[in-house]
């Protein structure tokens, strides 16, 4: 009975390694940080061009998000509700793409908004648990910005989709490809603050891109703090 348990607790991949030992070792992040770094530098500026990549990676990685809700250390509740938003997410935005709608453009914005925020959460518990800082650590600090920022253009691309002229862009996005690949160059450089082509106007577009400025001063700065404190903690123990 306890196998049994432990079973149902730890589900196995189909090449036998638990979903716990696959997170609490570097290949979970690392694939995450793979895929995220060539969704957000490779395919989405290129999806105006007609790369055709951006679902199979989008498919990626909301597969490694359903296995990381139970794999976290969470509440089954938890991990159940997690999952239940990450798959209604994907039927939203897979509807949208074959069946485009401004309604279900802006409920999959909307929604992918919320995952991604969840997914940081998810990330950063897995991060942060306990042991020696090691570079699993690292990739989990940057898998979990580039989420932030990914966030961000999903929130942006809100605004701009339920008020048009939210965003003033140097060249008029003419599809909604190319809306998301300018808004995600725009979350990224504000992210960075470095600065862009897209200018918010609206009250609520000017807000979300004051808040994404503040963090991304402050997220590293505190990362970086956090891992700090952990390594010195961790070398007091030992």
């Known amino acids: ?62 597969a490694l998000m359903l296995f990381a809700a139970f794999a976290a250390k969470q509440s089954r509740i938890d991990a159940v509700a997690v999952s239940t938003i990450v798959a209604v997410t994907a039927i939203v935005l897979a509807v949208g793409r074959f069946r485009p709608t401004p309604l279900l453009h802006q409920l999959g914005s909307v929604l992918a908004t919320i995952t991604l925020l969840v997914y940081v959460r998810i990330v950063l518990v897995v991060m942060f648990r306990g042991g020696p800082v090691t570079w699993s650590r690292i990739q989990g600090g940057i898998s979990a910005y580039l989420l932030v920022g990914m966030a961000w253009a999903s929130a942006f691309q809100f605004v701009e989709q339920s008020r048009p002229g939210s965003f003033r862009f140097a060249t008029a996005p003419a599809s909604f490809d190319q809306l998301i690949s300018k808004l995600t160059y725009f979350s990224f450089c504000n992210l960075t603050t470095i600065g862009g082509e897209v200018l918010p106007l609206s009250p609520i577009a000017r807000s979300l891109t004051i808040a994404e400025a503040a963090i991304g001063q402050l997220f590293p700065a505190i990362l970086m703090g956090a891992l700090v404190a952990m390594a010195m903690q961790s070398r007091t123990k030992s």
């Open 1 to 62: 009975m306890q196998s049994i348990d432990e079973h149902s607790r730890n589900p196995r991949f189909p090449i036998g390694i638990k979903s716990g030992e696959f997170w609490s070792g570097d290949l979970g992040l690392t694939l995450v940080t793979v895929s995220l770094v060539l969704l957000v530098f490779v395919v989405t500026p290129l999806r105006d061009a007609g790369v055709p990549w951006r679902e199979a990676l989008d498919s990626v990685i909301i």
